[in-house]
């Protein structure tokens, strides 16, 4: 699987995604030497791929490293429940823990989502494409809508190694 983002812009309303149900997961347990097109190979490899909205892998920046987990958002509560079938308890070889797949707490839904990061400072200039979030259309990525304020430097995360 390979990624091509397309610099055109999706609107928010578009019929790629239902509002007021249940759509966004997190997946944990990911490698953190992963980037997100490992993750969203192993997407593409489960079937899931024209499923997904929206993909983020935070990171520590001065590492590279991935924090473990994914937030994911999908085209339905249906399509979500079918992806936490296909990827919860996943277990890949030489992985020593399965990928553990949850309902999202404190976010859910592309327009909540879109919200929370187009303005984060994980879309500083500064901060590497693969390192922000992606929104996809019948499997195509997309790069969120422009910030509506300025952008700060992000601050560095301690790095426990």
């Not at 994914?70 to 992985?95: C, K, M, T, Y």
Request: some cysteine; aromatic content about 10%.
């Amino acid at each position: 699987y390979t990624l091509h983002i397309s610099d055109a812009r999706w609107p928010m309303a578009s019929s790629c995604h239902k509002y007021k149900e249940l759509t966004t997961v997190v997946v944990r347990h990911l490698p953190e030497s992963w980037s997100i097109q490992d993750f969203l190979s192993v997407i593409w490899w489960k079937g899931c791929a024209l499923d997904i909205t929206f993909v983020h892998m935070p990171a520590h920046y001065s590492t590279e490293l991935t924090l473990g987990y994914a937030i994911v958002d999908l085209v339905s509560q249906a399509h979500g429940q079918e992806f936490i079938h296909h990827i919860h308890g996943l277990r890949l070889p030489n992985q020593e823990k399965s990928f553990a797949v949850e309902w999202c707490r404190d976010h859910q839904g592309l327009e909540v989502l879109v919200r929370r990061f187009r303005n984060n400072n994980v879309m500083h200039q500064s901060v590497p494409d693969h390192h922000r979030p992606l929104m996809f259309c019948d499997g195509v990525a997309t790069r969120l809508p422009p910030p509506t304020r300025e952008i700060f430097f992000p601050k560095p995360r301690a790095v426990h190694l």
